[in-house]
C-alpha cells in the first residue's frame, strides 16, 4: 500500500491564492494492491471531469460501460459483471461522493488507486473510512 498527500503551497501567499483559484487543493492518494484480483475493472470519477471522459472514450478495444451515480460521480466497468460487487462500490462512492476526485479498480497491478481531497476525508475519521473502503472491495 502506498499513501500520498499533496499539500498546497501555503508559504507564499499569492502563489497559494492563485493554486486556490485554479483549482488546487490538498489531494490525498491511496494505491494498493489486493490480496486478489477483481473480477473487473471500474472505474469511477466527476462528471464534469474531461480527463476522465477522454480516458472512457479512449478505451476502444474493451470499452466500459457506465452508470451515473447520484450526486457528482459517474461509475464505469469492464469485465465480468458482478452486480452485489457493484452495488457495494456504488454505496461506499455514493457515501464519500463528495472527497473522491478519481477511484480506479483493475484487474492488472496496481489493484486500487483512489485521489481523494485530503480535506473532505479529514472532517471523518479515518478508520471509519478505510473500514468502509474495506467492506466496498470484499
Not at 452486480?83 to 476526485?101: D, G, N, P, V, W
Request: glycine share 6%.
Amino acid at each position: 500500500m502506498e499513501v500520498i498527500y499533496t499539500l498546497e503551497p501555503r508559504e507564499n501567499f499569492p502563489l497559494w491564492l492563485y493554486g486556490r483559484l485554479s483549482g488546487r487543493r490538498d489531494v490525498f492518494f491511496l494505491r494498493a494492491d489486493l490480496k486478489s484480483a477483481p473480477v473487473q475493472d471500474v472505474e469511477a470519477g466527476r462528471k464534469n471531469d474531461r480527463a476522465f471522459a477522454t480516458f472512457l472514450a479512449g478505451q476502444l478495444k474493451e470499452p466500459y460501460a457506465s452508470q451515473t451515480l447520484p450526486g457528482r460521480l459517474e461509475v464505469a466497468w469492464r469485465g465480468k459483471k458482478d452486480k452485489e460487487y457493484l452495488k457495494r462500490l456504488s454505496a461506499f462512492l455514493e457515501k464519500y461522493e463528495a472527497a473522491i476526485l478519481r477511484f480506479s479498480l483493475h484487474r492488472a497491478a496496481p489493484h486500487l488507486t483512489l485521489k481523494a481531497e485530503l480535506p473532505l476525508l479529514q472532517s471523518g475519521e479515518a478508520a471509519e473510512f478505510l473500514q468502509d473502503l474495506q467492506e466496498a472491495l470484499v
